[in-house]
């Protein structure tokens, strides 16, 4: 394989910087960041939590409808005018935000900035990077992950003094506009939408393979036939099932702590070692991918899965809850790179954005289950710890089907 041209490498990572600053910001750390709003929404519009809480997911779950045709729509148009034209939309999204008055008006916001934000710019960001990495999409995916999250844990911190400063609406004027002046920039001046699009290639890909190895290539699949292998519903099954149990633990995860007799604020703390274990998991994983290859990777996630709700369901001690909040995130962050360097991997780049949309579409439906299911479990069993140990068998049973899974020959990248 020949080297690579100093100008592919170097476009290849800066794509990267611009994508990850873009997800920092708009994806995960605004919808982290409505949390420091949700006690101004509750005192200043006169709502319940109760009703913010179910403004909240009926916005989360009608924003997870567009995923699919916002997949389709970012491999028509390419990523940069994809990205430019979904950050205008935020931001516009953002400022709205500052002026809802009810319940109705903050649901329509609510839906806005997670069909734009969580949704269809994390999904933008993750299949810029893809476009431009081949041999090390794993490692660039995983940096992407880990650096994003940094930002994310940053978000919460400017609103939370902003808000101090100046009130919560305004906050919403600082947010949109900090995406405008930002991400809308780098969007359009510096994203490219692929390596052929300025004649360069991605990095590790031989851009005049041997007819042997061309020959040996298959073509990208389109979402209805990737919807029709099995490998297609085990990434499901592993983003899915994560996404559910994750988000069951994590909403609940103060009340399954002080089950075993800590405290609200030492059970919140416990979210430090689990941001330490996903800093560590998203680039692992990604080397694990580039290096030892992908076909165990989904089994190996759902497994890691298992035992953190095994540790859930034991933890008594405070080195053991530490141990269960380190695996915790390392899970979190293996499952956050699998899913976005394997759709490549296995179904190819031509209709990436489909797919992917289609699988974060599975993910986000599952996210909204989860704490449902815990609180009812709950109930029956009397404990979260209890509960824990019976959705323990859940990803057991999908690491039996992951373990069936026979990826085909690697596909082809255009």
Known sequence: MPPLSPKSSFSGWRILVFATIALGLTGPGQTIGVSVFIDHFAEDLNLSKNAIAGGYAIGTLCGALAMPTVGRWIDRYGVRRAMTIISILFAGALFYMSGVQGIISLTIGFWFIRMLGQGSLSLVSNVAVSLWFEQRRGLALGLTMTISSAIVAMVPVGLSFTIAQWGWRTAWIVSASTVAMVVIPLAWFGIIDRPSSVGQHPDGLDPHPDPQKRAAVRPSMDRSAALRTRAFWVLAAASGGSAMLSTGLNFHQISLLGESGFSQTEAAIMFLPQVIGTSVGSPVMGVALDKIGARFAPLVALLLLSVTLLLASQVSTLPAVICYAVIFGLMSGTMRTLGAALVPKWFGL????????????????????????????????????????????L????????????PSRHVGVS
Not at 395 to 406: E, I, K, Q, S, W
Request: hydrophobic residues 55%; proline residues 4%.
């Open 350 to 393: 031509d209709h990436i954005g489909s797919i992917q949309g289609a699988l974060m579409f599975i993910g986000v439906l599952a996210s909204a289950a989860g704490p449902i299911a815990f609180s009812v479990t709950a109930s029956a069993t009397g404990s979260f710890r209890s509960t824990a140990l019976l959705w323990a068998a």
């Open 395 to 406: 990803p057991l049973l999908g690491a039996v089907f992951a373990a069936t899974n026979r």
